[in-house]
């Protein structure tokens, strides 16, 4: 390290990187940026989405100030003795595309900003069920606007929810999704089962002024699933609530 501000930088990042790791038995480019800041979690939604064509562009830091963060986790990372695990980034929306990191595109940067670092104290088992985790396409993401007075940039239309495509915004009808029904946030064991049920289902997210993030509203699912789950629910609701004999 060069200069204090150097050593300022390097001490954030593996503080960063450390918590991640302690939470999660892994940690990611994305976790460092998010840890110390220089990544807000609305701006990695927005990436998510589809709202930023690179992840580079959402960062509240220059170029060479992340490229050094990011020499840093690695450095740290190899020293810690974890293990790299390329992970697949895609967007959460229909078309399922590769997110991309860096504005060049440039494949060595893109592949150091896809690669997880997993405790090397994890059994063999365990490593794999990250690994899969972290590999696994994350679930449709739908928002519920704030204003109104949107339109798709498909049919011209708007609704109650919009997905994010690179063109803009487009209606459920126009994506496919108009047949599913929105189950509320509230009931975790409800959510649970009709989430296992459903084929198709997309998380229901609005931004939050006063937050400055995206909160989860509910999940869209296929009625029939979530009908399915609510009686289930309820005849096992039913029998909990019976008074067992001779009580």
Known sequence: MNSEKDRRLEARVVAAAEAALAGQNHVSPVDVLLGIGWLAPAHLQDWRIGRVPYLEGAVQANLSRVSEAMRLFRSWAERRGLRPSETAYVARTPDRRVLRFGRSGNPDIERAYRTHWVSPDLSERKRRRIEERASRPPDLLV?????????????????????????????????????????????????????????????????????????????????????????????????????????
């Open 143 to 247: 928002i519920r606007p704030l204003d109104q007075e949107w339109t798709c940039h498909r049919c011209g239309g708007n609704g109650d929810f919009l997905m994010m495509e690179n063109a803009g915004p487009a209606c459920l009808r126009c994506v496919g999704l108009d047949h599913l029904a929105l189950l509320p946030s509230g009931d975790a064991a409800l959510t649970r089962r009709a989430s296992a049920k459903t084929k198709a289902k997309a998380v229901v997210v609005r931004f939050s002024r006063a937050r400055k993030r995206y909160e989860r509203q509910g999940l869209l699912v296929e009625p029939g699933a979530l009908r399915e789950a609510e009686g289930e629910l309820a005849a096992e609701r039913s029998r909990k609530s019976r008074p067992r004999p001779g009580s």
